[in-house]
Protein backbone atom coordinates (compact mmCIF):
# COMPACT_ATOMS: atom_id res chain seq x y z
CA UNK A 1 0.00 0.00 0.00
CA UNK A 2 1.41 3.57 -1.13
CA UNK A 3 -0.22 6.38 0.85
CA UNK A 4 1.35 9.88 0.73
CA UNK A 5 0.84 11.48 3.79
CA UNK A 6 1.07 15.93 4.58
CA UNK A 7 0.85 17.93 7.92
CA UNK A 8 -2.58 19.60 8.11
CA UNK A 9 -1.85 22.21 10.91
CA UNK A 10 2.26 21.91 10.14
CA UNK A 11 2.92 19.91 13.29
CA UNK A 12 0.83 17.08 12.81
CA UNK A 13 0.73 14.39 9.96
CA UNK A 14 -2.40 13.54 8.42
CA UNK A 15 -4.17 10.06 7.93
CA UNK A 16 -6.17 10.76 4.86
CA UNK A 17 -5.07 9.71 0.96
CA UNK A 18 -3.13 13.05 -0.78
CA UNK A 19 -5.88 13.21 -3.76
CA UNK A 20 -2.69 14.21 -5.60
CA UNK A 21 -0.39 11.31 -4.61
CA UNK A 22 -0.49 8.22 -7.06
CA UNK A 23 -1.72 5.20 -5.92
CA UNK A 24 -0.70 3.06 -8.20
CA UNK A 25 2.55 3.52 -8.44
CA UNK A 26 6.33 1.68 -9.93
CA UNK A 27 6.34 -0.05 -6.34
CA UNK A 28 2.83 -1.35 -6.52
CA UNK A 29 3.58 -2.80 -10.45
CA UNK A 30 6.98 -4.48 -9.06
CA UNK A 31 4.60 -5.80 -5.87
CA UNK A 32 2.07 -7.40 -8.09
CA UNK A 33 4.56 -8.08 -10.65
CA UNK A 34 6.53 -10.12 -7.96
CA UNK A 35 3.73 -12.03 -6.87
CA UNK A 36 2.31 -12.94 -10.11
CA UNK A 37 5.91 -14.35 -11.10
CA UNK A 38 5.74 -16.72 -8.05
CA UNK A 39 2.21 -17.76 -8.49
CA UNK A 40 1.49 -15.92 -5.67
CA UNK A 41 -2.38 -15.71 -6.04
CA UNK A 42 -3.01 -14.55 -2.02
CA UNK A 43 -0.12 -11.97 -2.31
CA UNK A 44 -1.31 -10.71 -5.44
CA UNK A 45 -4.76 -10.38 -4.68
CA UNK A 46 -3.28 -8.33 -1.26
CA UNK A 47 -1.61 -5.96 -3.87
CA UNK A 48 -4.72 -5.66 -5.43
CA UNK A 49 -7.10 -4.98 -2.55
CA UNK A 50 -4.84 -2.38 -0.46
CA UNK A 51 -4.02 -0.21 -3.64
CA UNK A 52 -8.54 -0.39 -3.98
CA UNK A 53 -8.26 0.75 0.18
CA UNK A 54 -5.75 3.03 -0.69
CA UNK A 55 -7.53 5.42 -2.82
CA UNK A 56 -7.53 4.14 -6.35
CA UNK A 57 -10.68 3.09 -8.54
CA UNK A 58 -11.31 -0.33 -9.50
CA UNK A 59 -11.36 1.00 -12.69
CA UNK A 60 -7.70 2.18 -12.18
CA UNK A 61 -6.87 -0.96 -10.53
CA UNK A 62 -8.01 -3.05 -13.25
CA UNK A 63 -6.47 -0.78 -16.41
CA UNK A 64 -3.48 1.26 -14.61
CA UNK A 65 -2.16 -2.00 -12.64
CA UNK A 66 -3.14 -5.20 -13.99
CA UNK A 67 -3.42 -4.68 -16.97
CA UNK A 68 0.21 -3.51 -17.45
CA UNK A 69 1.40 -5.62 -15.27
CA UNK A 70 -0.21 -8.72 -18.03
CA UNK A 71 1.81 -7.33 -20.77
CA UNK A 72 4.65 -7.34 -18.73
CA UNK A 73 4.15 -11.23 -18.30
CA UNK A 74 4.21 -11.44 -22.58
CA UNK A 75 7.02 -9.00 -22.66
CA UNK A 76 9.19 -10.94 -19.70
CA UNK A 77 8.09 -14.76 -22.09
CA UNK A 78 9.82 -13.46 -25.15
CA UNK A 79 12.83 -12.29 -23.95
CA UNK A 80 13.19 -15.89 -22.39
CA UNK A 81 12.75 -14.81 -18.71
CA UNK A 82 10.31 -16.28 -17.47
CA UNK A 83 9.23 -20.03 -19.05
CA UNK A 84 6.13 -21.31 -20.77
CA UNK A 85 4.41 -22.67 -17.49
CA UNK A 86 5.36 -19.31 -15.59
CA UNK A 87 3.72 -17.23 -18.07
CA UNK A 88 0.26 -19.71 -17.64
CA UNK A 89 0.43 -19.54 -13.93
CA UNK A 90 0.96 -15.60 -13.78
CA UNK A 91 -1.95 -15.32 -16.60
CA UNK A 92 -4.06 -17.75 -14.54
CA UNK A 93 -3.39 -15.81 -11.00
CA UNK A 94 -4.11 -12.19 -12.64
CA UNK A 95 -7.46 -13.48 -13.74
CA UNK A 96 -8.30 -15.00 -10.36
CA UNK A 97 -7.39 -11.85 -9.17
CA UNK A 98 -9.46 -9.51 -11.14
CA UNK A 99 -12.76 -11.84 -9.89
CA UNK A 100 -11.90 -11.79 -6.62
CA UNK A 101 -11.95 -7.54 -7.26
CA UNK A 102 -14.94 -8.26 -9.24
CA UNK A 103 -17.23 -10.01 -6.76
CA UNK A 104 -15.90 -8.47 -3.06
CA UNK A 105 -18.72 -7.52 -1.12
CA UNK A 106 -17.00 -3.50 -0.88
CA UNK A 107 -16.44 -3.04 -4.64
CA UNK A 108 -19.26 -4.65 -6.58
CA UNK A 109 -20.24 -2.71 -10.23
CA UNK A 110 -23.25 0.11 -9.74
CA UNK A 111 -26.71 -1.81 -11.10
CA UNK A 112 -26.68 -1.80 -14.65
CA UNK A 113 -28.45 1.13 -16.59
CA UNK A 114 -27.74 1.45 -19.78
CA UNK A 115 -28.38 -1.75 -21.75
CA UNK A 116 -26.68 -5.34 -22.21
CA UNK A 117 -23.44 -5.61 -24.06
CA UNK A 118 -22.15 -9.03 -25.45
CA UNK A 119 -18.06 -9.42 -24.81
CA UNK A 120 -16.54 -11.77 -27.05
CA UNK A 121 -13.20 -13.62 -28.23
CA UNK A 122 -13.88 -14.51 -32.10
CA UNK A 123 -13.59 -18.24 -32.66
CA UNK A 124 -10.18 -19.81 -32.27
CA UNK A 125 -8.88 -16.64 -29.93
CA UNK A 126 -7.55 -17.87 -26.78
CA UNK A 127 -6.69 -14.76 -25.06
CA UNK A 128 -9.26 -13.09 -22.92
CA UNK A 129 -7.80 -11.17 -20.28
CA UNK A 130 -8.21 -8.17 -22.52
CA UNK A 131 -11.59 -8.84 -23.48
CA UNK A 132 -11.94 -9.69 -19.28
CA UNK A 133 -10.84 -5.98 -18.88
CA UNK A 134 -13.41 -4.74 -21.43
CA UNK A 135 -16.02 -6.46 -19.72
CA UNK A 136 -15.44 -4.93 -16.20
CA UNK A 137 -14.69 -2.06 -17.19
CA UNK A 138 -18.46 -1.57 -19.02
CA UNK A 139 -20.00 -3.13 -15.73
CA UNK A 140 -18.28 -0.28 -13.80
CA UNK A 141 -19.88 1.84 -16.39
CA UNK A 142 -23.18 1.16 -15.75
CA UNK A 143 -23.73 -1.42 -18.57
CA UNK A 144 -25.40 -5.15 -18.69
CA UNK A 145 -22.75 -7.49 -19.77
CA UNK A 146 -22.67 -11.12 -21.36
CA UNK A 147 -18.95 -12.03 -21.09
CA UNK A 148 -18.65 -15.16 -23.08
CA UNK A 149 -15.04 -15.49 -22.52
CA UNK A 150 -12.50 -17.22 -25.11
CA UNK A 151 -12.70 -18.99 -28.39
CA UNK A 152 -16.31 -18.15 -29.17
CA UNK A 153 -17.54 -20.22 -32.31
CA UNK A 154 -19.32 -17.99 -34.45
CA UNK A 155 -22.58 -19.89 -34.84
CA UNK A 156 -23.08 -20.19 -31.20
CA UNK A 157 -22.25 -16.54 -30.78
CA UNK A 158 -25.03 -15.52 -33.12
CA UNK A 159 -27.45 -17.81 -31.03
CA UNK A 160 -26.11 -16.04 -28.18
CA UNK A 161 -26.95 -12.63 -29.94
CA UNK A 162 -30.53 -13.53 -30.64
CA UNK A 163 -31.20 -15.14 -27.07
CA UNK A 164 -30.28 -12.15 -25.25
CA UNK A 165 -30.91 -9.37 -27.67
CA UNK A 166 -27.54 -6.76 -26.83
CA UNK A 167 -27.38 -3.55 -28.02
CA UNK A 168 -24.03 -3.92 -29.35
CA UNK A 169 -21.35 -6.72 -29.52
CA UNK A 170 -17.43 -6.18 -28.49
CA UNK A 171 -15.00 -8.41 -30.35
CA UNK A 172 -11.36 -9.18 -29.11
CA UNK A 173 -8.61 -10.42 -31.29
CA UNK A 174 -5.22 -10.51 -30.71
CA UNK A 175 -3.72 -12.48 -33.06
CA UNK A 176 -3.53 -10.97 -36.40
CA UNK A 177 -3.60 -14.93 -37.82
CA UNK A 178 -7.38 -14.51 -36.97
CA UNK A 179 -8.24 -11.61 -39.00
CA UNK A 180 -10.05 -13.83 -41.36
CA UNK A 181 -11.87 -15.37 -39.21
CA UNK A 182 -12.88 -12.35 -37.56
CA UNK A 183 -13.89 -10.85 -40.47
CA UNK A 184 -16.77 -13.58 -40.83
CA UNK A 185 -17.54 -12.90 -37.24
CA UNK A 186 -18.51 -9.18 -37.67
CA UNK A 187 -19.97 -9.61 -40.82
CA UNK A 188 -22.19 -12.51 -39.31
CA UNK A 189 -23.12 -10.68 -36.39
CA UNK A 190 -23.79 -7.61 -38.59
CA UNK A 191 -26.20 -9.85 -40.69
CA UNK A 192 -28.01 -10.62 -37.25
CA UNK A 193 -28.97 -7.02 -37.01
CA UNK A 194 -25.84 -6.50 -34.25
CA UNK A 195 -23.37 -3.34 -34.32
CA UNK A 196 -19.93 -5.02 -33.99
CA UNK A 197 -17.32 -2.66 -31.71
CA UNK A 198 -13.65 -4.75 -32.26
CA UNK A 199 -10.82 -3.91 -30.17
CA UNK A 200 -7.38 -5.94 -29.43
CA UNK A 201 -3.74 -5.90 -30.86
CA UNK A 202 -4.96 -7.42 -34.46
CA UNK A 203 -6.72 -5.17 -35.75
CA UNK A 204 -4.00 -2.70 -35.41
CA UNK A 205 -2.83 0.32 -32.95
CA UNK A 206 -5.19 2.65 -35.49
CA UNK A 207 -7.59 0.41 -35.80
CA UNK A 208 -7.30 0.16 -39.73
CA UNK A 209 -7.76 -3.59 -39.83
CA UNK A 210 -11.12 -3.26 -38.14
CA UNK A 211 -11.95 -0.60 -40.35
CA UNK A 212 -10.94 -2.34 -43.42
CA UNK A 213 -13.08 -5.32 -41.64
CA UNK A 214 -16.22 -3.46 -42.05
CA UNK A 215 -16.60 -3.56 -38.54
CA UNK A 216 -19.13 -0.41 -36.56
CA UNK A 217 -16.50 1.17 -34.53
CA UNK A 218 -13.07 0.05 -33.07
CA UNK A 219 -11.36 0.69 -29.55
CA UNK A 220 -7.51 1.15 -28.62
CA UNK A 221 -8.42 -0.49 -24.74
CA UNK A 222 -11.19 -0.45 -22.57
CA UNK A 223 -11.57 2.78 -21.54
CA UNK A 224 -12.14 3.77 -25.13
CA UNK A 225 -14.44 0.79 -25.67
CA UNK A 226 -16.19 2.46 -23.10
CA UNK A 227 -16.13 5.77 -24.64
CA UNK A 228 -16.98 4.83 -28.28
CA UNK A 229 -20.38 2.87 -26.54
CA UNK A 230 -21.21 5.14 -24.53
CA UNK A 231 -21.14 7.79 -27.88
CA UNK A 232 -23.56 6.10 -29.68
CA UNK A 233 -22.68 3.17 -31.27
CA UNK A 234 -24.73 0.58 -29.07
CA UNK A 235 -27.95 0.48 -30.71
CA UNK A 236 -26.68 1.80 -34.02
CA UNK A 237 -27.82 0.34 -36.88
CA UNK A 238 -24.95 -2.26 -38.24
CA UNK A 239 -24.17 -2.93 -41.47
CA UNK A 240 -26.63 -5.12 -43.27
CA UNK A 241 -25.07 -8.50 -45.02
CA UNK A 242 -22.11 -8.24 -47.65
CA UNK A 243 -19.48 -10.42 -49.59
CA UNK A 244 -16.28 -10.07 -48.00
CA UNK A 245 -14.45 -8.61 -51.28
CA UNK A 246 -17.11 -5.37 -50.93
CA UNK A 247 -15.20 -4.93 -48.15
CA UNK A 248 -11.72 -5.64 -49.54
CA UNK A 249 -11.60 -5.36 -53.18
CA UNK A 250 -8.15 -7.07 -53.31
CA UNK A 251 -9.77 -10.51 -52.57
CA UNK A 252 -10.70 -10.99 -56.35
CA UNK A 253 -7.13 -11.85 -57.13
CA UNK A 254 -7.70 -14.64 -55.17
CA UNK A 255 -4.13 -14.69 -53.63
CA UNK A 256 -5.29 -15.17 -50.19
CA UNK A 257 -7.24 -18.39 -51.38
CA UNK A 258 -4.42 -19.81 -53.29
CA UNK A 259 -2.09 -19.39 -50.33
CA UNK A 260 -4.03 -20.51 -47.67
CA UNK A 261 -5.03 -24.06 -49.86
CA UNK A 262 -1.32 -23.86 -50.20
CA UNK A 263 -0.40 -23.63 -46.73
CA UNK A 264 0.53 -27.41 -45.91
CA UNK A 265 2.64 -28.40 -48.73
CA UNK A 266 4.47 -25.01 -48.21
CA UNK A 267 5.22 -25.95 -44.70
CA UNK A 268 6.65 -29.28 -45.42
CA UNK A 269 8.66 -27.58 -48.68
CA UNK A 270 10.03 -24.76 -45.82
CA UNK A 271 11.13 -27.68 -43.69
CA UNK A 272 12.92 -30.22 -46.09
CA UNK A 273 14.98 -27.39 -48.16
CA UNK A 274 15.66 -25.70 -44.93
CA UNK A 275 18.17 -29.04 -43.96
CA UNK A 276 19.76 -27.93 -46.70
CA UNK A 277 19.95 -24.09 -46.48
CA UNK A 278 20.22 -23.90 -42.67
CA UNK A 279 22.79 -26.55 -41.85
CA UNK A 280 22.39 -26.72 -38.24
CA UNK A 281 18.82 -27.57 -38.55
CA UNK A 282 20.32 -31.22 -39.25
CA UNK A 283 20.93 -32.15 -35.62
CA UNK A 284 17.77 -31.16 -34.56
CA UNK A 285 16.38 -33.48 -32.32
CA UNK A 286 12.70 -34.29 -32.91
CA UNK A 287 11.02 -31.63 -30.31
CA UNK A 288 13.46 -29.02 -31.95
CA UNK A 289 11.81 -29.86 -35.49
CA UNK A 290 8.22 -29.91 -34.14
CA UNK A 291 9.02 -26.54 -32.55
CA UNK A 292 10.09 -25.80 -35.91
CA UNK A 293 7.39 -26.95 -37.89
CA UNK A 294 5.45 -24.85 -35.64
CA UNK A 295 7.20 -21.52 -36.14
CA UNK A 296 7.20 -22.19 -40.06
CA UNK A 297 2.88 -22.56 -39.98
CA UNK A 298 2.67 -19.31 -37.83
CA UNK A 299 4.78 -17.21 -40.45
CA UNK A 300 2.48 -19.10 -43.53
CA UNK A 301 -0.29 -18.16 -41.33
CA UNK A 302 0.91 -14.29 -40.89
CA UNK A 303 1.35 -14.62 -44.71
CA UNK A 304 -2.31 -15.25 -44.93
CA UNK A 305 -3.35 -12.64 -43.04
CA UNK A 306 -1.05 -9.80 -44.42
CA UNK A 307 -2.58 -10.97 -47.96
CA UNK A 308 -5.85 -10.82 -46.44
CA UNK A 309 -6.06 -7.48 -44.91
CA UNK A 310 -3.45 -6.18 -47.80
CA UNK A 311 -0.66 -4.54 -45.19
CA UNK A 312 2.84 -5.91 -45.24
CA UNK A 313 3.43 -4.32 -41.87
CA UNK A 314 1.53 -6.79 -40.53
CA UNK A 315 3.62 -9.85 -41.57
CA UNK A 316 7.03 -7.74 -41.11
CA UNK A 317 6.13 -6.61 -37.75
CA UNK A 318 5.54 -10.38 -36.89
CA UNK A 319 9.20 -11.19 -38.35
CA UNK A 320 10.84 -9.00 -36.98
CA UNK A 321 9.49 -10.00 -33.52
CA UNK A 322 9.80 -13.62 -33.84
CA UNK A 323 13.99 -12.65 -34.91
CA UNK A 324 13.92 -10.96 -31.32
CA UNK A 325 11.92 -13.96 -29.70
CA UNK A 326 14.42 -16.65 -31.25
CA UNK A 327 17.47 -14.78 -30.49
CA UNK A 328 16.39 -14.24 -26.37
CA UNK A 329 15.94 -18.06 -27.02
CA UNK A 330 19.50 -18.79 -28.52
CA UNK A 331 18.01 -19.63 -31.30
CA UNK A 332 19.78 -17.89 -34.44
CA UNK A 333 17.60 -15.97 -35.88
CA UNK A 334 19.31 -16.51 -39.30
CA UNK A 335 17.16 -19.41 -40.24
CA UNK A 336 14.11 -16.53 -40.61
CA UNK A 337 15.67 -15.83 -44.25
CA UNK A 338 16.47 -19.13 -45.83
CA UNK A 339 12.75 -19.75 -44.32
CA UNK A 340 11.69 -16.90 -46.64
CA UNK A 341 13.44 -17.44 -49.58
CA UNK A 342 12.14 -21.01 -49.83
CA UNK A 343 8.47 -19.78 -49.44
CA UNK A 344 9.12 -17.38 -52.12
CA UNK A 345 10.71 -20.15 -54.17
CA UNK A 346 6.78 -22.81 -53.07
CA UNK A 347 4.68 -19.81 -53.68
CA UNK A 348 1.53 -20.19 -56.61
CA UNK A 349 2.73 -19.28 -60.18
CA UNK A 350 0.13 -16.15 -59.32
CA UNK A 351 1.02 -14.50 -56.60
CA UNK A 352 2.63 -11.03 -56.91
CA UNK A 353 1.27 -9.60 -53.65
CA UNK A 354 2.80 -12.40 -51.18
CA UNK A 355 6.10 -12.12 -53.01
CA UNK A 356 5.90 -8.51 -52.33
CA UNK A 357 5.13 -9.28 -48.71
CA UNK A 358 8.04 -11.95 -48.06
CA UNK A 359 10.18 -9.53 -50.23
CA UNK A 360 9.50 -6.54 -46.90
CA UNK A 361 10.11 -9.15 -44.03
CA UNK A 362 13.49 -10.30 -45.99
CA UNK A 363 14.62 -6.65 -46.07
CA UNK A 364 13.58 -6.08 -42.66
CA UNK A 365 15.68 -8.83 -41.26
CA UNK A 366 18.73 -7.69 -43.44
CA UNK A 367 18.48 -3.99 -42.05
CA UNK A 368 18.22 -5.39 -38.33
CA UNK A 369 21.05 -7.38 -38.78
Request: one cysteine or more.
Amino acid sequence: MTTSHRPETGTEPSTEPDPAAPVVTEEVHERLWAALRDGDEYTASGVVMDAVEAGASVEEVLLDLIAPVQARIGAEWAANRITVAQEHSATAVNERVMAALAHHPGHRPPPPRLGRITVACVDGEWHALPARLVSEVLRRRGWEVGFLGAHVPTPHLVAELHATAPRAVALSCSMPRHLPVAHRVIAACQAAGFPVLAGGRAFGPDGRHARALGADGWAPNARGAAEVLASGLAGSLPRPAHLPVEDLPHLADHEYTAVTRARQRLVREVLAGLEERFPPMRSYTDEQRDRTAEDVAHVVDHLVAALYVDDDALFTGFITWTAEVLTARGVPAASLDPTLGLLTAGLPAAAPRARRVLAAGRAELAAAG
